[in-house]
């Protein structure tokens, strides 16, 4: 455990991940998938108030920032029309997968389903970024998930409690991030299919 202050430090790194993602979809250098981006905002925004109500601490406020981000990400790809990522069949069906999830969420009495559903109605909505982050890592921003998936230890590490409440949705961020963030630095999709970096085909909607 450490001190709850490093809390702050989750935060910063948090902005400065933001900072980075944002600025370069509004280059056009990244094109975030709206899907997986809409989504994470409404569960991250969803998964704070949950946290609250479980009296989690300021370990909560890491999760605020799972939403926000999210969130200024999405209204950054709409300043740019060449950030944009055309939405596919597969994109779409994780979604109604990941919003499915939520209604399950919103409506089951249990906590530890509803909580287990939530998490899987998230890891759906970063599907087509790990798929995207596959075919066409050239068209990702690593320095987010890494720093996002460094957040969430931090705030793992804050916890004065280890409860399924405030572990299961961090601890699943970080693996997620952390995963991305591999992929799109390795370029391990175009490597493994023999191309020299990775694609940029249906990129525009």
């Not at 202050?5 to 900072?19: C, H, K, N, R, T």
């Not at 009296?55 to 605020?64: D, Q």
């Not at 996002?148 to 409440?165: D, E, K, P, Q």
């Amino acid at each position: 455990m450490i001190a709850s202050q490093f809390i702050y430090l989750a935060l910063v790194l948090s902005a400065v991940g933001a900072f980075g993602y944002v600025r370069d979809t509004l280059k056009g250098v990244t094109s975030p998938n709206r899907v997986t981006w809409s989504l994470w905002a409404v569960e991250g925004i969803l998964a704070f108030v949950l946290e609250i109500q479980d009296r989690v601490g300021p370990a909560s406020l890491m999760t605020l920032m799972l939403g926000l981000v999210p969130f200024v990400v999405v209204a950054a790809s709409f300043a740019n029309p060449h950030s944009v990522w055309k939405i596919g069949v597969f994109d779409v069906v994780c979604g109604v997968i990941s919003v499915a999830g939520l209604a399950f969420w919103a409506f089951v009495n249990e906590p530890t389903m509803a909580l287990i559903a939530f998490v899987v109605a998230d890891q759906m909505a970063g599907l087509p970024t790990l798929r995207k982050s596959w075919l066409a890592p050239s068209t990702e921003s690593p320095g987010v998930f890494f720093l996002g998936s460094m957040n969430c230890a931090i705030t793992l590490l804050t916890l004065n409690a280890v409860t399924t409440a405030g572990v299961l949705f961090p601890g699943c961020v970080l693996v997620g991030d952390l995963i991305l963030g591999v992929l799109i630095v390795s370029r391990a999709g175009p490597r493994l299919r023999g191309e020299r970096s990775g694609v940029k085909t249906a990129k525009l909607a």
